[in-house]
């Protein structure tokens, strides 16, 4: 136990530590406040680590020059992964989904580390959230680990939005399907879950679909769900001819095999470009589209 003589000399040695700090210009010391959010993330006080990405965030927009000794782009990038992951943990999924989403903006251009032979560019330190404990990721700064850890991320996201949060949009739906696309079949269980939610809600519409999925087992499960088999389910995410369309509203005799067949054409053209590369359509999904994903997840 300190005494009372001890407890002054230690508030005067540490006001004597903040006093240099402050001489010594450690407020532009850049990796210390990197360091202090490692230390935050790894301690779970994520508040206050929102708090300090945040500060990094505003200080960069007013002084871009100050982020010495890494890159710009790098800089922003970790900051924003970080943000992401922190928003994800405290459970702030729109957040989340912001902030991954501007990682998703810097990929296009980013050239720090290639494929799985090519060197990491550095490591960020991020926090996940298994049930029950916590759990520190240390994540190579490459494209192919930067991808899958976002996606990783709205995946989990949107499932929680809609089958713990019961939000059964059938837009949170459709994102959710084509990003499981990224590491099929990692997450086929998630699928399985998704297409009961679809069963009951007797049908699906989802106008994206066409052009973003294209892997063929998930093709195949959605022309199952529309045969009588897989309950004739009612699916909206094939373009028709809008001459059979017109000719349905007059009930005119064969118009339901023409828009099958309408259906059944559109699915093998999607078929066809499956070996289209999956990491460009995620990265174009996720450009284009991600403001209605951010709409979603709010």
């Known amino acids: 136990m300190l005494s009372s003589q001890t407890t002054p000399c230690i508030f005067h040695y540490l006001s004597e530590f903040v006093r240099v700090l402050e001489s010594l210009g450690s407020d532009r010391w850049w990796w210390l406040r990197v360091f202090t959010v490692d230390v935050l993330i790894h301690q779970g006080r994520l508040t206050e680590a929102y708090q300090e990405l945040t500060h990094t965030l505003a200080t960069l927009d007013r002084n871009p020059s100050h982020h010495a000794p890494l890159p710009l782009a790098t800089t922003l990038l970790t900051t924003h992964l970080k943000l992401a992951s922190v928003h994800y943990a405290l459970n702030n999924l729109s957040g989340a989904a912001e902030a991954v989403l501007e990682v998703v903006g810097q990929l296009s251009g980013w050239s720090g580390g290639g494929g799985s032979g090519g ?10 959230r298994p049930p029950g404990r916590r759990h520190l990721h240390v994540l190579a700064l490459t494209r192919p680990h930067i991808l899958r850890f976002t996606t990783t991320l709205l995946i989990h996201a949107l499932r929680q939005r809609i089958l713990v949060d019961s939000h059964s949009d059938d837009f949170c739906i459709g994102h959710l399907i084509t990003l499981l696309q990224y590491e099929w079949p990692k997450y086929m269980s998630t699928l399985e879950e998704v297409i009961q939610v679809i069963r009951k809600q007797g049908g699906f519409s989802y106008p994206l679909f066409c052009s973003y999925v294209t892997t063929p087992d998930i093709l195949e499960e959605f022309m199952y769900l ?6 004739s389910l009612h699916l909206d995410i094939i373009p028709i001819n809008h001459s059979n369309k017109q000719q349905r509203t007059i009930s005119t005799r064969g118009v339901d095999r023409d828009l099958k067949l309408d259906f059944k054409v559109g699915m093998k053209k999607l078929m066809m470009r499956s070996s289209e590369p999956i990491e460009s359509t995620i990265i174009t999904f996720l450009t284009r589209e991600g403001s209605i994903i951010h709409q979603n997840l709010m």
């Open 119 to 128: 060197p990491p560019a550095g490591e960020v330190c991020v926090p996940a």
């Open 226 to 231: 529309a045969t009588k088999e897989g309950g």
